[in-house]
């Protein structure tokens, strides 16, 4: 019994070692595929410097994206005022009543509210997208003395000579560290990405610029949906009976009386008639 | 006298057996489940490196987050559409993933770490002894960085699911007459761009509050030949992406230390001998800004700009 039970144990391990072999072979593969892009992308990228501060995390469940600078707008109609309570449920109790009545020395004033409502995107799916009649402009030095508009024209009219192996350029994009141009003809764009390097004055100095492929990219798939703003309120078809200073006050005492069911106002801005307004809201954090 | 002992060498020899067999089938137990784990994490990494291979795509939840007012910018303009809209930046992790006996270190000055990696072999005095230290490039992945921008419009909506009963003409009439009666919520419009094959149109109206008020409810009723089909209706959005741009993360401060394997002290304690060490003009460093040490776990270590 122990022959057949060592056979036994003997087999096990060899299995052992074979499969702690092939978990070792697949860990590696998926260590390279994480720079998949670079199989797909074989040319050369721009680079961009960065730099270990301390930032650390255990585990291996690393988000894989950082989402910034999220901005959200709104248009405002004319004859209309934007309400923003620095508490939140104060917001919520002016929107209870649809209609308000601010009474003024003489009169009232009748207006209504409602809230705001801003699109947000929920889930995206993007992918890469290589485009024929783009090109990546590379190796733009970072010291130039050049405004954003005065380096894309200088590109586009030297790329856009047949003498320089370019021709109509259709878009163009500035990028970080380097330039997008779209040609009107495919053929002008695998040109010059098989010449490669150029010598071009810029801001003074002579520069090696290199075109490679430019690989675009496309929303597969995307969710919005509409999300109320917490703090603010939107006052509109308010009569046009006050000058903005005074309807500005007036409103802002009405909607800071808690007999009112108002609160503290952060903020108030009147849209005047005949006039349009658009609304900027940023994230909270930071 | 000698059956009996006989008979003990045998029982201990059997009992040794017994035992043996014990412990073999213990042994072998144990080497099951644990070749049963290894199979199930093979099988993890196999479905991970499959969803990898395909197509290079990102496909990510967008994080909530809590809107404040910044301002309001004004225009006299009263012609100029406005839209609803949202933008945020994408970007790329980049990372390095620090394995156990390896350090980073960030310095103060670029033309430092790139001495450092010069130099290559460093001797470092870690405890009583001098631990051979290799300094070299930091491998960094590729990222991607774009914008995202979406306009929801204040002045057309989409029509869907419109019946297929009219020649393409008829039909766009149709709509306009349908959407323009303000008794059921609609307003003057301004063109109808209609699409037979799929089913459906873009609706322009003249005056901004129209497409709001009708996009209260999910449906709109449109008459056809005295009968009454209820369409669909939803937002007109368009989304595009801006600045789209592939590029590899290079670090020109930061530097990769290998050879701190199996060192028995605190992490922290590695962490600052490697940074005095570093310090040292004469070991060919300088001003150290960051040090990280892996010793008993990998870490994650993020790069920014």
Redesign the interface.
């Given at each position: 019994?122990?022959v057949i039970?060592?056979d036994?144990?003997c087999t096990?391990?060899e299995?052992?070692t074979r499969?702690?072999m092939?978990?070792q072979e697949?860990?590696k593969?998926?260590?390279e595929?994480?720079?998949?892009?670079?199989d797909?992308?074989p040319f050369p990228?721009?680079?961009?410097?960065?730099?270990?501060?301390?930032?650390?995390?255990?585990?291996?469940e690393?988000?894989?994206?950082?989402?910034?600078?999220?901005?959200?707008?709104?248009?405002?109609?004319?004859s209309s005022a934007?309400v923003?309570f620095d508490d939140p449920k104060v917001a919520e109790q002016v929107l209870r009543k649809k209609v308000h009545k601010i009474d003024m020395e003489e009169c009232r004033l009748l207006v209504e509210v409602q809230p705001l409502?801003?699109?947000?995107?929920?889930?995206?799916?993007?992918?890469?997208q290589p485009d024929g009649q783009r090109v990546l402009v590379s190796g733009i030095p970072s010291g130039l003395e050049l405004k954003e508009e005065e380096l894309l024209d200088k590109l586009e009219i030297f790329f856009g000579k047949a003498r320089n192996g370019g021709g109509d350029v259709e878009t163009r994009?500035?990028?970080?560290g380097?330039v997008m141009l779209g040609f009107a003809k495919e053929e002008v764009a695998q040109n010059l990405c098989q010449i490669g390097q150029f010598r071009v004055s810029l801001g003074g100095q002579q520069v090696t610029l290199k075109v490679s492929p430019y690989?675009?990219?496309?929303?597969?798939k995307?969710e919005?949906k509409?999300q109320p703003?917490?703090?603010?309120v939107l006052v509109v078809n308010i009569p046009d009976v006050l000058d903005s200073q005074e309807l500005h006050d007036i409103l802002e005492i009405h909607f800071q009386k808690p007999t009112r069911g108002g609160g503290e106002v952060?903020?108030l801005?009147v849209?005047p008639p005949?006039?349009?307004?658009?609304?900027?809201?940023?994230?909270?954090?930071p | 006298m000698e059956d009996n002992g006989h008979n003990t060498f045998w029982t201990k020899y059997l009992n040794k057996q017994l035992m043996k067999d014990e412990k073999n089938k213990e042994s072998t137990d144990e080497i099951q489940r644990e070749n049963m784990k290894l199979r199930e994490e093979i099988q993890k990494l196999e479905e991970e490196i499959q969803e990898a291979t395909r197509d290079f795509q990102i496909k990510e939840d967008i994080p909530e987050a809590q809107m404040k007012f910044t301002s309001v910018k004004k225009s006299k303009n009263n012609s100029e559409v406005l839209n609803a809209s949202c933008s945020f930046q994408v970007s790329s992790q980049i990372f390095y993933e620090l394995q156990r006996g390896q350090a980073l270190i960030t310095f103060e000055e670029e033309e430092v770490a790139q001495q450092v990696i010069a130099i290559g072999r460093h001797y470092v005095k870690i405890g009583d002894v001098n631990l051979e230290v290799i300094a070299q490039q930091v491998p960094l992945n590729t990222g991607v960085r774009f914008q995202v921008h979406v306009d929801v419009s204040k002045m057309k909506i989409r029509v869907t699911e419109i019946p297929d009963e009219l020649p393409e003409d008829q039909m766009r009439d149709k709509l306009e007459l349908s959407f323009c009666k303000s008794r059921l919520g609609g307003g003057e419009v301004e063109c109808v761009h209609y699409d037979k094959q799929s089913h459906s149109a873009v609706i322009t109206f003249v005056e901004a509050g129209v497409a709001d008020r009708i996009l209260k409810k999910k449906d709109y009723p449109l008459t056809i030949n005295q009968k009454c089909h209820r369409v669909t209706v939803a937002p007109f959005i368009e989304k595009h992406l801006k600045k789209y741009q592939i590029f590899s993360g290079v670090s020109q401060k930061t530097v990769l230390l290998t050879g701190l394997e199996g060192i028995q002290m605190d992490e922290e304690m590695v962490e600052d001998l490697v940074s005095i060490h570093f310090q040292r003009v004469k070991n060919g460093g300088g001003e150290v800004d960051v040090v990280k040490c892996s010793l008993a776990q990998p870490y994650v270590a993020y790069f920014e700009e």
């Open positions: 019994m122990s039970l060592d036994v144990l096990l391990q299995e052992q499969l702690k092939k978990l697949l860990q593969l998926r260590r595929l994480r720079d998949s892009t670079k797909k992308v990228m721009p680079e961009v410097p960065l730099v270990f501060r301390g930032h650390t995390e255990e585990s291996q690393v988000p894989k994206y950082l989402f910034s600078n999220l901005q959200m707008c709104c248009p405002l109609p004319g934007l923003t409502e801003l699109p947000s995107m929920t889930t995206i799916q993007v992918s890469n994009e500035l990028l970080q380097s690989v675009s990219g496309k929303i597969q995307a919005i509409c703003v917490a703090r603010s952060e903020d801005t849209v005949g006039q349009q307004g658009l609304a900027v809201f940023t994230s909270e954090s | -």
